[in-house]
């Protein structure tokens, strides 16, 4: 009989036991704090997700931090919020910020997509992680928090779903694709980061990205049909909600 682990040395692989305790975590804390902002007037609502975005924000920072006592590669060039997820953390302060129905769509439709397509496929740097490192909690606890964030707009009544507002989704993933384009460019062409590679937009990091590469041997033009896929997936979600 195969002896079990110690769970402090459960690694997470995708599917795996490890993996799902950080999406079960998830879905808990999200239907527990949904239910718990049903309580409260609107306003009330809106300043409780702005106060948990600005935690998220704080943690994802410390995290980022943390890194160059963790990776041998670590630059600080490379870490700042110019990723999807983290810029979607951005959009959600700021949808709280402005009350907007656009920004939020965008929160609920991509910026949980994203999240999801990190939980799911793990960068090279998260994968095979212990269970309670401080770049498990960091990457999967971050993604956790940022999936609730996010579809707490909808789940506590403040975003009223709308079709239409996919357009604004994909205008808002290629405007922040780009500039996340840009900054790669500059940060490789001054020598200040030649690994460069927010967003993506340069290098595949996983299998599908990979695929499109193949087809698709463009920087950034590559991920046209994940940004696509985006958009018909947010439409049949809007659809549904």
């Not at 700042?80 to 439709?109: D, E, G, H, K, R």
């Not at 009223?160 to 490789?188: D, Q, Y």
């Amino acid at each position: 009989m195969r002896e079990r682990k110690p769970i402090r040395e459960i690694r997470i692989k995708v599917f795996n036991i490890g993996w799902w305790f950080y999406v079960i975590l998830t879905v808990v804390l999200l239907g527990i704090i949904s239910v718990f902002l049903r309580w409260y007037p609107e306003d009330v609502r809106l300043k409780m997700i702005l106060y948990l975005s600005i935690i998220e924000y704080i943690i994802l920072r410390f995290y980022k931090y943390s890194l160059k006592d963790i990776r041998d590669d670590y630059s600080w060039y490379n870490e700042w919020p110019c990723y999807l997820c983290n810029q979607s953390t951005i959009m959600c302060i700021l949808a709280c910020l402005l009350n907007s129905q656009i920004i939020m769509s965008f929160c609920v439709t991509v910026g949980t997509m994203g999240a999801l397509l990190a939980v799911f496929m793990p960068d090279r740097y998260n994968r095979d992680q212990l269970l309670f490192s401080k770049q498990a909690f960091g990457f999967y606890g971050y993604h956790g928090l940022l999936i609730t964030t996010c579809l707490l707009f909808y789940t506590a009544g403040l975003y009223e779903a709308k079709p239409v507002h996919c357009l604004w989704g994909m205008f808002f993933t290629f405007l922040l694709a780009s500039l996340g384009h840009i900054i790669n460019i500059i940060l490789r062409k001054t020598g200040l980061n030649e690994h460069a590679n927010y967003v993506f937009t340069c290098d595949p990091d996983n299998e599908v990205m990979e695929k499109m590469y193949r087809m698709i041997p463009v920087r950034l033009v590559y991920l046209t049909p994940i940004m696509l896929g985006f958009g018909i997936v947010s439409f049949i979600a809007l659809l549904i909600m």
